[in-house]
């Protein structure tokens, strides 16, 4: 099995950036995609920005251009450069990881955008 952990959730300024980090362990030889979801009490869960097979990237029509999703394949790991950041992008920002046997989600890192 795989086990996700983020970590960089913080709180932070509007417009002030913040990097978040996923690292995947355990079973972890079967993975095929991480990224990256957002969601906000009372809202659906959204994707924010991730890989597919390794080879190319998506991103939520919220980002327009702010965010970049970046990896490290040795280390199991992806990372979300969140910059201009508005106080709406609140939320639990969860990373997910696809694998031969199924999704896996982490806990998820609190990011909250306040002045």
């Known amino acids: 099995q795989v086990q996700v952990v983020e970590t960089g959730g913080d709180l932070v300024q509007p417009g002030g950036s913040l990097r978040l980090s996923c690292v995947a362990s355990?079973?972890?030889?079967?993975?095929?995609?991480m990224g990256w979801y957002r969601q906000a009490p009372g809202k659906q869960r959204e994707l924010a920005a991730g890989?597919?097979?390794?080879?190319?990237?998506n991103y939520g029509d919220f980002v327009k251009g702010r965010f970049i999703i970046s990896r490290d394949t040795a280390k199991n790991t992806v990372y979300l450069e969140m910059n201009s950041l508005l106080t709406e992008e609140s939320a639990l920002y969860l990373c997910?990881?696809?694998?031969?046997?199924?999704?896996?989600w982490g806990p998820g890192a609190q990011v909250t955008v306040s002045s």
């Open positions: 890989f597919s097979g390794y080879r190319s990237t």
């Open positions: 997910y990881v696809d694998s031969n046997h199924g999704p896996h």
């Open positions: 355990g079973d972890t030889v079967g993975i095929y995609a």
